[in-house]
């Protein structure tokens, strides 16, 4: 049996798996994150690691499982982060994640030193200060005191791999996200480092996704409860790994879109997409040899959760369906109702971290329906925008399967496959795509499965939505709207922010 761990945004997702890869039981510990103003989004990467303990001993101990017989763990993690640890491997600060966009000026001061085209080309990436390495700027220059005891910086993922086997370890998949990764050499940048003033050996070694990064020490196997030597596999970014759990493994298998607390559409390619516009970005893929060119949204399934937890507050699932039936039965766009849905600044396409959500059209006689239906709406549009970026490269975008927990909302993948104008199929695995593609690598990476390929048989469509060619015509013209109401205020979110500061 395979044991996988997905550190997400909200929580730890561990996962067991028999050594075809099929799921056989599933376990989550959540865990805290502090947003604040001031695009401040850290977590405490001390959570992530009791999470991890707390879920592998509930995971076998519902299972009935026997800790002897797991060959393998694996991890796959939330990406664009930054972890500072001390010589002791110890973290001297709570982690910057994903989300956080405070080093905004010293993003501004990398741009200005080397320029955004020639960067892109580089890494695959827009500097943006999402991402990993202007966080670590931003932590030697504002904590003085933190970055006097930081001896290492490395992504999720990598703090666990380190407390499991004692060894400190990335992939290419995760070392892609970092704004620090020389995407055509494979290696890190020391083009990037040397303008940003980091040392390289602040970083960690890059190995392959399927590599044993090494096995579980003594001191871990008290902790977590699997026996010392079990195996460990490094595991990748929970982006590429998520290509995998959806069997997007090829170019032949199509584009994927994800309905998390991020949102992105995805491919498999054997080569970087380059946008001449730089909407998108492109990832290592944890399969060897190929790249995960996407378009990734900020905030998009964070959105719905946001506007649900605003308007039926309180503990519980249970709160989206009436809510989502109501957007059901309610027209927003219809009716001149738009949401911009950039609540935590915004990646693509606008790589704008000024940006801001916005309800714009509301009238007396809106309701929770309309709101929610508009916040539904508005992450359709964006994600239509970033498709752009694939069917300008020539890829071809003739229909879309959906993961993520979004995915479960029929009256949401309706609106998906309307304003996309493609069909939308929903995949058997929609909020495990991580965890199955992180079992799937540690198959492959202890020799239990030939290729990638197994990803394709262990999970299929449960249903397809296909667009009404009535409302597509409308959200077509309503789309144009959507981009009109970003554009006219994107010079106001700048005013915005000088004026908070």
Known sequence: MIISHDLGTTGDKASLHDTQGRPLATCTVGYPTD?????????????????????????????????????????????????????????????????????????????????????????????????????VMWVRENEPDVWARTRHVCLAKDLVTQRLTGRLVTDPSDASSTNAYDQRAGTWSTRLLAAAEVPLDLLPEIVPATSVAGRVTEQAAGEVGLPAGTPVVT??????????GAGIVAASDGPYAYLGSSSWISVAAEAPL??????????????????????????????????????????????????????????AADEGLFFLPHLLGER?????????????????????GHLVRAVLEGVAFNLRTCIGAFTDGGIAVDGVDVIGGGAGSDVWLQVLADVWGVPVRRRSIVEDANSLGAAVTALVGLGLAEDFGVARQLAGTTAEFVPDTRRSARYAEQHRIFLDAYARLEPWFDTRTKGAS
């Open 35 to 135: 947003f604040r103003a001031g695009g401040v989004a850290e977590q405490d990467p001390e959570h992530w690691w009791r999470a991890v303990c707390e879920a592998t001993r509930r995971l076998l101990a519902e299972a009935g499982a026997d800790p002897g017989g797991i060959a393998g763990v694996v991890l796959s993690g939330q990406m664009m982060g930054a972890v500072f640890l001390d010589d002791a491997f110890r973290p001297v600060r709570p982690a910057m994640i994903w989300a956080d966009h405070r080093s905004t000026a010293q993003s501004d001061r990398l741009v200005d030193a080397l320029g955004m085209a020639s960067a892109y080309a580089e890494l695959g990436h827009r500097i943006n200060p999402t991402y990993s390495l202007t966080k």
């Open 348 to 368: 693509s396409p606008y790589w704008n971290p000024a940006a801001a959500g916005v309800f714009a059209g509301l009238e007396r006689h809106h309701d929770r």
């Open 274 to 331: 380059h946008d001449p516009r730089m909407r998108s970005m492109t990832f290592d893929h944890v399969v060897p040899g190929h790249y995960v060119p996407t378009t990734t949204m900020q905030a998009g399934g964070a959105c719905l959760e946001w506007v649900v937890d605003l308007l039926a507050p309180g503990p519980g699932p249970d709160r989206y369906g009436p809510l989502l039936a109501a957007a059901g039965q309610a027209r």
């Open 235 to 244: 595991g990748g970014g929970d982006g590429p790994m998520a290509a995998v």
